[in-house]
């Protein structure tokens, strides 16, 4: 069967991630802009390839003063690099779910990572006719590899912003008529 190409719909998706803060909670954020493609190939998942951008200025994580530090050159560096992108590599069942592996390019670092997945779903019809498919992701990312370093030291010890990053995706692709 030949690959299909589906869309990300991105006012039914979402890319949001998750990192500590002062060492004792976890602040949590997204990004309000993303697309991609999916070329699906049903009758072997493994030949199914992925292309995502996400637009870093399009960062919230409901505080404003966060949110324009994150967009400084001491994070993201917007100016300079205004995407984060995905290209898988592989894909690989993992019993009912999938194993897909890509390059994960942030602050114009790339690194390979291996995101868990869920789906597809079965195909949907929506009330307009447009088929649409599924997708759940996680992965975990240490942002200061793709050179995402900046911190500040607490008085009580420790830093300010965590290493780990804990990242999950819900994708509803349409179909490209």
Do not use: C
């Not at 997204?30 to 637009?55: N, R």
């Not at 390059?103 to 019809?125: F, Q």
């Not at 030291?153 to 999950?168: P, R, T």
């Amino acid at each position: 069967m030949a690959q299909t190409t589906f869309t990300i719909d991105s006012a039914h998706s979402s890319a949001n991630f998750t990192i500590k803060h002062m060492m004792i909670a976890k602040v949590h954020g997204g990004f309000e802009k993303l697309s991609g493609t999916l070329l699906l190939d049903t009758a072997d998942l493994t030949k199914s390839s992925i292309e995502a951008v996400i637009e870093a200025a399009s960062i919230n994580t409901r505080e404003v003063q966060r949110d324009t530090h994150l967009k400084s050159a001491d994070f993201f560096d917007v100016e300079k690099y205004p995407t984060l992108n995905f290209k898988s590599t592989k894909i690989e069942k993992d019993g009912e779910d999938l194993k897909v592996t890509g390059d994960l390019t942030i602050h114009g670092v790339t690194k390979e990572v291996v995101l868990a997945v869920e789906g597809p779903s079965a195909e949907m019809k929506d009330p307009y006719g447009n088929i649409k498919i599924g997708f759940s992701a996680t992965t975990k990312i240490k942002r200061k590899d793709f050179g995402l370093s900046w911190n500040a030291a607490l008085e009580a010890g420790g830093v300010l912003v965590g290493d780990d990053v804990a990242i999950s995706l819900d994708l509803q692709f349409a179909k490209k008529v």
